[in-house]
């Protein structure tokens, strides 16, 4: 196709859509482009995209766009001009300790931003994409939690990531309240499967095809479908309640059998050593603050393998009863997940691919 056809079906698009009425926030990321192209695919037309950057996907699929940030109260004012109902997805995951200002303030102030801009603009619904780990984390596994558990501050509160979610749902909750108002949170779990082009969710597995996990963590997981969820954002949308929270999850495995499933998968063994947990976290501690010293990419990062200590299972029967939640098979969402991370991280791709994702962390 050549740059003037292309150029043709732009314009054509934009003629031919509707005045935006629902925004999508980081409509560019892993979730946001499954969810993008989820409303469109169901003939939803009013939509506008506010993200920090734009693909050239998100111009061809004829969708509204507005390069910008949460953070920004101009930009943020310009994004929920007409718009009655948002989907809040914009973020940064990070397990960097020197990353929690930024977090804090896109995760929580950002959000107060766009809740306070969003009402005084005449926004009727918000859902909010949090994580499961603002509610689902034990030290022993033994309780699953649900939507009833108490906060585990004590826990969450030492990775910024988590902590600045939690601070999140808060802001939501106190800005995006009165007559007429609705918010609604899902909380996900690990997100994998396909389309995850800045490893924001998906590194793990790359890791493991890479044959770069060592040892087996002593905790456990929990994993959904992005696609699964992406799905659960629109009936969120039409059905969730205000004020709740929805967990939103597919597996609940031990790191043991997370990285057997893999390599009965892909054939390549997973690793066998288990290491005591107090000694992974002081020896990823050691080797991280002596790679820093010498001013070296360090190659673990402590608080991930400190994360990976505990068991992050829940119990997702309210979404299940109320969204109407089903997750797929988690063989399939794995099968995927390696599929597409072989074909633009391992395969031809990837050296191009890297380049991008440098450029993304930069």
């Known amino acids: 196709m050549t740059p003037a056809t292309t150029g043709t079906k732009r314009r054509a698009a934009i003629e031919k859509r509707p005045r935006p009425t629902t925004l999508i926030t980081g409509g560019t990321g892993f979730l946001g482009s499954h969810l993008v192209r989820l409303l469109m695919q169901n003939g939803q037309r009013d939509l506008r995209v506010m993200a920090t950057s734009i693909p050239d996907w998100v111009v061809d699929l004829g969708v509204e766009t507005l390069a910008g940030s949460v953070t920004n109260a101009d930009d943020v004012a310009r994004s929920v001009d007409g718009i009655k109902a948002i989907y809040h997805l914009a973020g940064k995951v990070s397990r960097e300790r020197e990353d929690a200002r930024e977090m804090y303030n896109v995760h929580v102030e950002g959000t107060r931003l766009l809740c306070n801009l969003?009402?005084?603009?005449?926004?009727?619904?918000?859902?909010?994409?949090?994580?499961?780990?603002?509610?689902?984390?034990?030290?022993?596994?033994?309780?699953?939690?649900?939507?009833?558990?108490?906060?585990?501050?004590?826990?969450?509160?030492?990775?910024?990531?988590?902590?600045?979610?939690?601070?999140?749902?808060?802001?939501?909750?106190?800005?995006?309240?009165?007559?007429?108002?609705?918010?609604?949170?899902?909380?996900?779990?690990?997100?994998?499967?396909?389309?995850?082009?800045?490893?924001?969710?998906?590194?793990?597995?790359?890791?493991?095809?890479?044959?770069?996990?060592?040892?087996?963590?002593?905790?456990?997981?929990?994993?959904?479908?992005?696609?699964?969820?992406?799905?659960?954002?629109?009936?969120?949308?039409?059905?969730?309640?205000h004020g709740e929270r929805y967990l939103l999850g597919a597996a609940n495995w031990t790191f043991e059998r997370f990285f057997g499933r893999l390599e009965r998968l892909t054939k390549i063994a997973a690793p066998k050593l288990v290491l005591p947990s107090k000694l992974m976290i002081s020896g990823s501690r050691l080797v991280d603050s002596l790679f820093k010293q010498w001013d070296w990419a360090s190659p673990v990062q402590p608080g991930a393998i400190e994360m990976a200590q505990y068991f992050w299972y829940l119990n997702c029967t309210k979404a299940t009863r109320e969204l109407g939640f089903r997750a797929r098979e988690p063989g399939e969402t794995l099968l995927d997940t390696v599929d597409y991370l072989r074909a633009n991280f391992l395969g031809g791709n990837a050296f191009s691919r890297a380049k991008e994702q440098a450029k993304r962390s930069n």
């Open 118 to 241: 969003g009402r005084t603009a005449g926004v009727k619904a918000i859902v909010l994409a949090s994580t499961s780990g603002t509610i689902a984390v034990t030290e022993d596994g033994e309780g699953i939690p649900d939507e009833q558990y108490p906060p585990p501050l004590e826990i969450i509160s030492r990775w910024p990531y988590y902590a600045s979610k939690a601070y999140q749902e808060m802001a939501a909750l106190e800005q995006f309240s009165g007559p007429g108002l609705r918010l609604v949170i899902l909380n996900p779990s690990l997100l994998l499967g396909p389309g995850d082009q800045r490893l924001s969710s998906t590194k793990i597995v790359l890791d493991f095809l890479a044959r770069k996990i060592g040892a087996v963590p002593t905790g456990g997981l929990s994993f959904v479908d992005v696609r699964d969820v992406a799905q659960t954002l629109t009936v969120a949308m039409k059905k969730g309640r």
